[in-house]
């Protein structure tokens, strides 16, 4: 009797833009700043072979994971900042600012970083609506609005600049033992990295689990 074998979840998933600011950061700067989409793929590839126990790659998430969390900091205090008023009452009502065409992108992640990219965008995008909202009435100075907006950018650039600064070398951590030719090449074109990370004690918190390895017998 054939056994039936369950396939792996899938979903459909959109993400809505409404400051243009957002929708330059999906896109990048051509030679400059690294797309959304292409966060996408690299922290894809980096998990694949995090989950196949290369210590460079789980370095690289690790570094990813610390710029994420950074700027998630970073956006949660900029956005505080212009919503001070929101704990005085007020008499005037108004609905939630939002563009009248957003722009939706589809989302194709396939990582757990990814996702983390898009819950950052996301606050990113409420941020840059919430702060042109606030300049338009005035409860923002321009000069303020273009210190808070660049700050805003430049914290999200920086998860994507570290993000294309991870490298994968395709070895394991057991090449990394042995010192072979190929480790040596590895540490020559990576650099070395913390051995806390080489060992496998420190991982990020998101990162996948590491695919069984067995050592081949020796004798």
């Known amino acids: 009797m054939a056994k039936n ?11 809505m833009l409404h400051a243009n600011a957002s929708l ?12 959304v ?11 694949s072979a995090a989950s196949h126990d290369d210590p460079y790659a789980d370095y690289g998430l690790l570094n990813i994971e610390n710029a994420l969390n950074e700027a998630f900091i970073a ?18 009502n108004t609905s ?16 757990r970083f990814g996702w983390r ?14 702060l042109l909202d606030a300049q338009f009435k005035a409860r923002v100075t321009r000069c303020d609005f273009e210190l808070k907006k660049e700050q805003a950018l430049t914290v999200f650039r920086h998860v994507l ?16 033992r042995e010192g072979n030719a190929k480790a040596e090449a590895a540490k020559t074109k990576f650099g070395r990295i913390p051995m806390e990370v080489m060992e496998g004690v420190v991982r990020a918190e998101f990162a996948p689990e590491v695919k069984h390895y067995q050592e081949p017998v020796k004798g």
């Not at 330059?24 to 797309?35: A, I």
Request: proline share 2%; net charge positive; aromatic share 10%.
């Open 161 to 176: 600049a570290v993000c294309h600064a991870s490298k994968r070398s395709g070895l394991t951590r057991h090449d990394m």
């Open 37 to 47: 989409p292409y966060f996408f793929t690299r922290t894809f590839e980096l998990e």
């Open 75 to 92: 956006l949660n205090m900029l956005s505080s900042s212009i919503q001070a008023d929101d704990n005085r009452r007020r008499r005037v």
């Open 117 to 130: 990219l898009v819950a950052l965008l996301e606050d990113f995008d409420l941020f840059m609506v919430d």
């Open 24 to 35: 330059k950061l999906w896109y990048g700067v051509k030679g400059k700043v690294v797309s």
């Open 5 to 15: 074998n369950i396939g792996a979840l899938y979903s459909n998933a959109t993400i």
């Open 96 to 111: 939630e600012c939002q563009s009248m065409k957003p722009v939706e992108k589809l989302l194709a992640v396939k990582s």
